[in-house]
């Protein structure tokens, strides 16, 4: 996409350009240009979050596109993947930087058989961000990792993550097996990735979905607050 980077010094573009050419930056996979991007654009006085969804989800959707429609193959969305992170790790800290007082916490991780993790990191960091103490399980859990980690930190709420349509069906897995050990109940289930919707939440047996990070914090702070209303009455 981008040609002629050598010649750019990204600190002389303004506040568009920057994050047109972080949009070629991430598309080409360069870390160390979207790392720079970041900070130009925080000294720039731009919130965090903003940086994150319009600058690097904004570019991470064209990769996402190129990639369904042929144009980019695995190892370059890997690259770009890897730039994205570069950036989030900038942001993570700042994010979670809110002083929100703790609303809850949560334990989450994407099923098995699925090694997608940028949602699911943006997840982690917006709860953090907005108060939740968050339990990241990683990438390709099995049922019994799940279980585990709720035994050990008791969360408030499960969170799974799945971007394929052959791991989604998983997800019914987990919830499955809560129902079985009589432990539904316990928790307040959240899931999300791009292949899934509604319905499927529901069918599924989950809480609710979705579709992105903003409303995962927004749902999480109403279900949260429903159960501990729940509990002071009871
Ligand atoms: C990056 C990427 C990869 C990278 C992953 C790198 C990484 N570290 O994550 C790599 C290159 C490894 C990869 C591999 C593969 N991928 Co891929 N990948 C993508 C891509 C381009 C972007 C995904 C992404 O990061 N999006 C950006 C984030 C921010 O969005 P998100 O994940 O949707 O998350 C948001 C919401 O969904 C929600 N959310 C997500 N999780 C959760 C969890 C909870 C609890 C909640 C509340 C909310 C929530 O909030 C998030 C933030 O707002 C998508 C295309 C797409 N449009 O999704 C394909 C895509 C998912 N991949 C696809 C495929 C086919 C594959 C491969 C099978 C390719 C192959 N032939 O090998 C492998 C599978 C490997 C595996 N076993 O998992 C297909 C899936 C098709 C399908 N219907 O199943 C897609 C849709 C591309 C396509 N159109 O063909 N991929």
């Not at 350009?17 to 240009?33: A, C, K, S, T």
């Not at 720079?36 to 600058?55: D, F, H, M, N």
């Not at 992170?85 to 994010?95: R, T, V, W, Y």
């Not at 979705?210 to 009455?233: G, I, L, Q, S």
Request: glycine fraction near 10%; proline fraction near 3%.
């Amino acid at each position: 996409m981008a040609e002629d980077d050598d010649d750019i010094i990204l600190a002389d573009l303004d506040d568009d350009e920057l994050v047109q050419q972080m949009f070629d930056d991430l598309y080409d996979g360069l870390r160390e240009e979207i790392e720079e991007s970041v900070q130009i654009l925080l000294a720039r006085g731009w919130a965090p979050y903003k940086i994150l969804t319009e600058a690097l989800v904004g570019g991470m959707t064209i990769v996402g596109a190129d990639f369904r429609d042929g144009i980019l193959f695995v190892p370059e969305v890997l690259l770009a993947a890897n730039a994205m992170k570069g950036g989030m790790q900038i942001l993570k800290p700042l994010l979670a930087e809110t002083g929100a007082p703790r609303m809850g916490s949560m334990v989450i991780g994407t099923v098995k058989g699925d090694i997608h993790d940028i949602g699911k990191n943006l997840v982690s960091m917006m709860m953090e961000g907005a108060g939740f103490e968050v339990v990241d399980l990683g990438i390709n859990n099995p049922v019994e990792n799940y279980l585990e980690a709720l035994d050990e930190h008791k969360p408030d709420i499960l969170g799974m993550s799945a971007l394929l349509t052959t791991t989604m069906p998983y997800m019914k897995v987990v919830i499955d097996t809560l129902i079985e050990q009589g432990r539904r109940d316990d928790y307040i289930v959240l899931v999300g990735g791009a292949p899934l919707n509604e319905e499927f939440g529901k069918a599924i047996g989950a809480d609710a979905y979705c579709r992105d990070a903003a409303v995962a914090v927004e749902t999480a702070k109403a279900y949260v607050a429903r159960k501990h209303n729940a509990m002071a009455a009871g």
